[in-house]
Nanobody
Framework: QVHLVESGGGLVQAGGSLRLSCAAS????????MGWFRQAPGKERESVAA????????YYADSVKGRFTISRDSAKSTVYLQMNSLKPEDTAVYYC????????????????WGQGTQVTVSS
């Protein structure tokens, strides 16, 4: 079992930046593809970005391409999400998770969810 803890959220003005961290403990972190998701009030949880277990391949939702960067540090068992040029529509609770199956970036293929970290972008 992998235990995930997100941090780094906060309140930022539009155009600002935040870096989210997801610290993992438990089973071998480096064996898993990792993903960041977000959920805004009244909306479904959606995939934001993902990174392969070796950090070679990455995926980004169209809405964040060119603004967000996912990375991982296996020595620290941590995955990061650098968020630049933030927009009010990025406001959500952000979660990290490990891939538990499948090849797509749907929520059903990820598990061991952390508790989430709130990101609020003011206009």
């Amino acid at each position: 079992q992998v235990h995930l803890v997100e941090s780094g959220g906060g309140l930022v003005q539009a155009g600002g930046s935040l870096r989210l961290s997801c610290a993992a403990s438990g089973r071998t972190f480096s064996s898993y593809d990792m993903g960041w998701f977000r959920q805004a009030p009244g909306k479904e949880r959606e995939s934001v970005a993902a990174i392969s277990w070796r950090g070679i391949s990455t995926y980004y939702a169209d809405s964040v391409k060119g603004r967000f960067t996912i990375s991982r540090d296996s020595a620290k068992s941590t995955v990061y999400l650098q968020m630049n040029s933030l927009k009010p529509e990025d406001t959500a609770v952000y979660y990290c998770a490990i891939r538990i199956g499948g090849t797509t970036y749907e929520r059903k293929n990820f598990g061991s969810w952390g508790q989430g970290t709130q990101v609020t972008v003011s206009s």
